[in-house]
């Protein structure tokens, strides 16, 4: 049966591309389900940075991860430009980089003005490497090591301290003479509605100091000399829809600066996180960078102004927001199953090893046909993964045209928490990724080869042939 919209018009694979309806106001990328760039050619190809994707597919090889520098950087300035229309203080926006951390897309954010919140030891020397001032870099994580700390405190970058344990260590490995830079995460108690395993500031989560230790720590902090507590920090939760979370976040954060003057703290930032929503599917209905944005610093001004205190320097750090939907991932597809009366599977070239959202949080994604934009949409089918696992299905009834092997299906919105939590399972290699801009394509990871997954491996003498 041929998909039709109410007017009669048939659906095909054009209709995710960017509407721009009114050319004065920037398209907000996470309220799109296809990168700003992308367009239709030739009737039928999908093209994305002038680039047109079957060509990239035979040029850089299958499944290819395709990010539009267009899209980043216009999220990057819309976040940036945001800040500083609606708010009257200083602002800073972190690029929350366990959503995609590598050195092109650390330096694309970097070049925006963005700095970097970095969770490990890997993510900080990535950031690092990438040329980000450490000025510019926060390291996060509950439970860092001891070498982590060592290499923070020896590149100079601020420390968001999590708990008790790392405040301690802190104070055993920093110099009075240096005091360090840090900040303080603490759990606001706040719930919000996404999926359990991404809700990070209600009461029982792993994360911060409990809002009720508040007074223990800003005095134990407060009579550190090796310490410098510039700030406070919270996260909610991820891929949110409601401003209302968010807004509550901001008031319970002013009280908290309120009371940290009470213990002689001159806390000057204030970090209220990530956590704004992307449209994965045509009913997913997140606010625009700048709606989210003006927001927050609309309740943060008026309790600052209630309070009778300074405006902070203002920090967030999205990551999902900044970079999903820059990215799609083409596949090729290849075998398919026809279930009679029960199903029909369509297999691509890769999975869960590039794309562990759907197995892991149960995400829902749309595809399109890059060789068939035009085609009416005329199947239902679900797409397969080719790993060992039965639960390895990317999309479970996708609207398709009439697909065959050969063909180039590209998942969208794929740029956040893809590439950074890829895995080698059933060793298959991860796949490259390159940047458009402009007609031009250049890579960013180079797919990895056979060689490169045995390279950690050994195998001890006895054991060989
Ligand atoms: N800041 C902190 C302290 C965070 O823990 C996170 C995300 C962010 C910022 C960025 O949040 P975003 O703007 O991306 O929502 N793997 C999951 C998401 C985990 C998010 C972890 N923390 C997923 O694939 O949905």
């Known amino acids: 049966m041929v998909s039709t919209h109410p007017t009669g018009v048939q659906h095909s694979g054009s209709q995710y591309l960017p509407q721009r309806h009114d050319t004065s106001t920037n398209l907000s990328p996470n309220q799109q389900l296809l990168p700003l760039t992308a367009r239709v050619h030739h009737h039928d190809l999908l093209e994305i940075g002038g680039c047109d994707v079957t060509t990239l597919v035979e040029q850089f090889g299958?499944?290819?991860?395709?990010?539009?520098?267009?899209?980043?950087?216009?999220a990057c300035q819309q976040y940036r430009?945001?800040?500083?229309?609606?708010?009257?203080?200083?602002?800073?926006?972190?690029?929350?980089?366990?959503?995609?951390?590598c050195l092109a897309v650390c330096a694309i954010a970097a070049s925006e003005g963005l700095g970097i919140d970095v969770v490990s030891g890997g993510e900080l020397y990535t950031a690092l490497q990438a040329g980000v001032s450490p000025n510019k870099i926060y390291l996060h994580g509950n439970n860092k090591s001891r070498e982590?700390?060592?290499?923070?405190?020896?590149?100079?970058?601020t420390v968001v301290v999590d708990n008790w344990y790392e405040l301690h260590t802190l104070v055993e490995i920093a110099q009075p003479s240096l005091p360090i830079r840090i900040m303080l995460r603490l759990t606001p108690g706040i719930e919000c509605h996404t999926h359990e395993y991404i809700r990070t500031g209600h009461l029982d989560s792993k994360f911060g100091f409990d809002p009720n230790d508040l007074?223990?720590?800003?005095?134990?902090?407060?009579?550190?000399?090796?310490?410098?507590?510039?700030?406070?920090?919270a996260h909610i939760g991820s891929q949110i829809f409601e401003r209302q979370p968010h807004q509550d976040l901001a008031a319970v954060m002013v009280q908290w600066l309120r009371d940290a003057t009470k213990f002689g703290l001159n806390i000057t930032e204030l970090n209220v996180g990530g956590g704004l929503g992307i449209k994965y599917i045509e009913s997913d209905d997140p606010p625009s960078i700048e709606e989210w944005v003006k927001a927050i610093c609309q309740?943060?001004?008026?309790?600052?102004?209630?309070e009778n205190l300074p405006l902070p320097k203002l920090l967030s750090e999205p990551g999902r927001s900044l970079i999903a939907t820059a990215c799609?991932?083409?596949y090729t597809i290849g075998s398919s199953k026809v279930i009679p009366e029960i199903r029909t599977?369509?297999?691509?070239?890769?999975?869960?090893?590039?794309?562990?959202?759907?197995?892991?949080y149960q995400s829902v994604y749309r595809a399109v046909v890059a060789n068939k934009m035009s085609f009416p949409l005329t199947e239902t089918v679900t797409i397969a993964g080719k790993h060992c696992e039965s639960g390895d299905i990317l999309i479970k009834n996708a609207l398709l045209p009439k697909t065959q092997s050969g063909d180039i299906?590209?998942?969208?919105?794929?740029?956040?928490?893809?590439?950074?939590?890829?895995?080698?399972?059933?060793?298959?290699p991860r796949p490259a990724a390159v940047v458009v801009a402009n007609s031009e394509a250049n890579l960013i990871l180079q797919r990895e080869t056979y060689e490169d997954l045995i390279r950690q491996d050994r195998l001890p003498e006895r054991l060989k042939k």
């Not at 430009?81 to 951390?101: C, I, P």
């Open 81 to 101: 430009d945001a800040f500083k229309r609606y708010y009257k203080g200083e602002s800073q926006v972190l690029y929350a980089s366990k959503a995609w951390n």
């Open 345 to 360: 599977y369509v297999a691509i070239d890769g999975g869960m090893s590039d794309n562990p959202r759907p197995i892991t």
């Open 299 to 306: 309740v943060i001004q008026e309790a600052c102004a209630a």
């Open 328 to 330: 799609v991932t083409a």
């Open 215 to 233: 007074d223990e720590v800003f005095t134990f902090v407060s009579q550190q000399s090796a310490l410098n507590c510039v700030g406070v920090h």
């Open 62 to 74: 299958s499944p290819l991860y395709i990010l539009d520098e267009e899209t980043l950087r216009s």
């Open 148 to 157: 982590e700390l060592i290499l923070a405190i020896a590149s100079g970058v």
């Open 409 to 428: 299906l590209v998942v969208m919105g794929t740029g956040a928490y893809n590439y950074s939590m890829a895995s080698n399972y059933n060793r298959l």
